[in-house]
């Protein structure tokens, strides 16, 4: 990390009256907003005044102290309402700056490539680092949304957001590349098709095994004694979340990727086997030649 | 027997229901993706409207029966209530369910709205249930016109009961192909029970008709 360090969570004085100042000449109201009031109150106008605001505020910060600060940014967000929702509610309106859109379609690229649920802290520090760093030489405008996206490694790096919760029976949500990557390293990966009869035979991840929801029981947890990893998977992920969790009571270590399920696997564009696709061989094969290439590594670029 | 069978149609597919997701609040957990609670309060509302539509149909086949007098008194205020009832589980049940798959895309998954047969067999069953919600929006039209003509025979009566019994095939096949809970055996045994009463339903519309 270059410019953003993680020291307070709470902004300095001086740092402060630098982000204060910076969103005074925006002639953004001061008066810290509370999210249902700008939601129930029609506040889209404001937020979208607080959205402007941010990249000054950004600058002042990184002028005031010499880097995007922890306490910094979490009083800028404080200040502006919070960005994200800002820009979820907003994006549609046509006076969205180009460096907002910029710094969104850099954002959303890099939860859509490594898989929102999966995306750690250290990926969006880095994220912010490279905006920040952006944001300073004044070309946030000019950079590609694709540059500001770190590199896959920074998924290995500390927990992601759709993390186990303590109970031990929540479902952990792994990126696509993650999961190749663990097969190409020789673990017991099995994938479970989650779907009807009929939707497997249509087309599957190869290798995968069909098992439904109403069959998930200890009898067909024991097929997974020996699985480093289960991945379940349906269509989207709800039939395969569900099987996970169930599977999870049952001591198997299940997990759901992201991308989600089929329509994830297909359109990062890797092989199906079963009905008009590959045979379940060849399917396979090209998974495992996948796995162990750099293929893993570029799905994830 | 009514009210005992009113509370049983809610109660069974909804204990069903828990069987499956089991507590419920887990699913207001963060590390739970996007969309899942929406998809198993869709599944919960389908369920339940599948338990009152079965309900209504039954009662509405006993009509005039020798049978009618056991199961009770079945007025068309609270024909058409129910009615209601089952029409805002369905649309409770799509929207929740276009909700989840929005939630879960990153963008308005609307296009469900419209059939598609020819994109494989999942999306064609979720055609078949967008067919049913269309079918049973045009019965309850067509029983609201019906109900204005009250006390009389009308082509807005005949289409509102062919409409309802059209709608069991979609709807049954529907939540019996990809429904995680509807292929159990004891539901399977209801889709037979199901199938029994819109046979007879159609039976006596027919014979009706031809009076």
């Known amino acids: 990390m270059t410019d953003l360090h993680l020291t307070s969570d709470r902004a300095t004085a001086t740092e402060m009256a630098a982000i204060d100042a910076a969103i005074a000449r925006c002639g953004i109201d001061p008066v810290i907003v509370e999210e249902g009031e700008r939601l129930i109150r029609g506040g889209i106008h404001r937020a979208n005044e607080r959205r402007h605001g941010l990249l000054p505020a950004l600058h002042a910060l990184q002028n005031s102290s010499g880097w995007i600060s922890h306490g910094g940014v979490n009083y800028i967000a404080e200040r502006l309402g919070g960005l994200v929702h800002e820009i979820e509610i907003d994006a549609w309106r046509s006076e969205v700056s180009l460096a907002s859109r910029v710094l969104e379609q850099g954002f959303r690229g890099m939860q859509l490539a490594f898989g929102r649920d999966a995306v750690t802290q250290e990926c969006y520090l880095r994220f912010f680092d490279r905006a920040a760093k952006a944001i300073g030489e004044n070309v946030l405008e000019t950079t590609s949304p694709q540059a500001l996206r770190p590199e896959p490694d920074c998924l290995d790096v500390g927990e992601p957001g759709g993390s186990p919760s303590a109970d031990g029976a929540a479902v952990e949500t792994l990126p696509l590349a993650t999961t190749l990557r663990r097969v190409g390293d020789g673990e017991n990966v099995v994938f479970v098709d989650t779907r009807e009869r009929w939707e497997y035979d249509e087309g599957h991840i190869p290798g995968a095994i069909n098992l439904r929801l109403r069959d998930v029981d200890e009898h067909a947890a024991e097929r997974f004694a020996d699985a480093d990893l289960v991945i379940a998977y349906c269509v989207k992920d709800f039939r395969g979340y569900e099987v996970a969790k169930a599977l999870r009571g049952l001591d198997v270590p299940a997990a759901i990727m992201t991308p989600h399920g089929m329509r994830g696997w297909i359109a990062a564009g890797l092989p199906v086997a079963g009905g008009e696709h590959l045979s379940e061989a060849d399917g396979v094969s090209a998974v495992r030649r996948l796995a162990r290439t750099s293929g893993a590594a570029a799905l994830a670029r | ?211």
């Open chain 2, 1 to 211: 027997m009514i009210p005992t069978a009113l509370v049983l149609a809610v109660l069974l597919p909804t204990l069903l229901w828990l069987s499956v997701v089991g507590d419920p609040r887990l699913y207001v957990d963060p590390s739970v993706p996007s969309g899942q609670l929406a998809y198993v309060l869709s599944k919960l509302a389908g369920l339940c409207a599948l338990g009152l539509f079965a309900l209504q149909l039954t009662l509405m086949v006993l009509r005039g029966t020798a049978l009618e007098p056991a199961a009770g008194r079945w007025g068309k205020p609270a024909h058409r209530r129910l009615g209601l009832s089952v029409v805002a589980l369905i649309v409770a049940h799509v929207a929740l369910f276009i909700a989840a798959a929005s939630l879960r895309s990153d963008h308005l998954a609307t296009h469900l709205l419209l059939p598609r047969f020819e994109s494989g067999f999942y999306d064609a069953m979720v055609s078949l249930g967008v067919l049913a919600l269309y079918v049973v929006l045009v019965l309850v039209f067509a029983g609201a016109l019906a109900w204005r003509r009250a006390g009389r025979q009308s082509r807005p009566r005949g289409a509102h009961r062919l409409l309802a019994l059209a709608s069991v095939p979609l709807i049954a096949f529907h939540s019996y192909a990809i429904g995680s809970e509807t292929s159990t055996l004891p539901v399977m045994a209801f889709y037979a029970l199901l199938g029994a009463v819109a046979l007879v339903g159609l039976w006596r519309t027919y014979r009706g008709a031809r009076r």
